[in-house]
């Protein structure tokens, strides 16, 4: 027990530096790809906290908990539907027309789909089709994003595959099919550090590239600059040329 509350510690330790990494960029740079980013981890470890049964054991009382149970979906929802934002901004879907009506979607859907499971509790059991069809879908757009050569995609890709495999374990064992904990203890934990490690990598990878078209654009500037100028004294020379030549014929 000892050393499995000392793992989740690590856990929840690495996500919430990797939060504030994030949160500090998204101050300085402004960059709402970052700002969604830091909601995904928020609601990630509000989450964990929540499956791993911490939540229950150190910060909340018997009425809490009962809340807590009733706001399930939301919970689950959160970090999801974060990331369904961050995936929107981090990869410019608008270039993908058909793509991105199909997320605008989603992320109508399920804030519509929260307030449902919320007023009900007889469909709960299907409260999570919706946030893993999401998920999926995220998926097949990063898919779509790197064969379309979109140089954000190229870094979260792998981070997708090992998000949706963690994210489809946890459903697999929260719907009694597989127990993950029984066989990987802590592969969710482990899965999760390694994902969000990479999306900070692509994250930091976006301020250089960021970076290096603002230099590109400065050196093209630079260079339209140059020409139109010898462009121009070309012209002015041609008109003095001319002008010297009018005056000779006068004279």
């Known amino acids: 027990l000892f050393r499995s509350q000392i793992i989740l510690s690590l856990f929840f330790g690495a996500m919430f530096i990797l939060g504030v990494y994030n949160l500090f960029i998204y101050l300085f740079t402004r960059d709402i790809s970052y700002f969604y980013y830091v909601l995904y981890i928020l609601g990630l470890i ?20 009962i809340t807590i149970v009733s706001l399930a979906s939301v919970i689950v929802a959160l970090p999801v539907y974060s990331l369904g934002l961050f995936t929107k901004s981090f990869l410019y879907t608008m270039q993908y027309p058909k793509f991105n009506k199909i997320l605008n979607l989603f992320l109508i859907i399920i804030p519509i789909s929260i307030i449902f499971f919320l007023l009900t509790d007889d469909y709960d059991k299907y409260r999570n089709i919706f946030t893993m069809m999401f998920l999926i879908f995220l998926m097949i757009l990063t898919i779509y994003a790197t064969i379309k050569k979109n140089p954000q995609a190229y870094f979260i890709i792998f981070a997708w595959f090992i998000f949706l495999s963690s994210g489809l374990m946890m459903y697999l064992s929260s719907a009694g099919v597989f127990d993950i904990k029984k066989f990987f203890p802590y592969l969710i934990e482990t899965s999760f550090v390694v994902e969000a490690i990479i999306f900070s990598i692509a994250l930091a990878n976006r301020i250089t590239s960021l970076q290096k078209e ?5 050196q093209r500037l630079i260079i339209q600059q140059k020409n139109e100028t010898e462009k121009l004294s070309k012209e002015v020379d041609l008109r003095t040329k001319d002008l010297k030549n009018a005056l000779n014929e006068k004279e």
Do not use: P, Q, S, W
């Open 46 to 65: 509000v989450h964990h906290l929540m499956y791993t049964g911490l939540a229950n054991i150190y910060f909340l009382d018997y009425k809490e908990k």
């Open 214 to 218: 603002k230099n590109e654009a400065n």
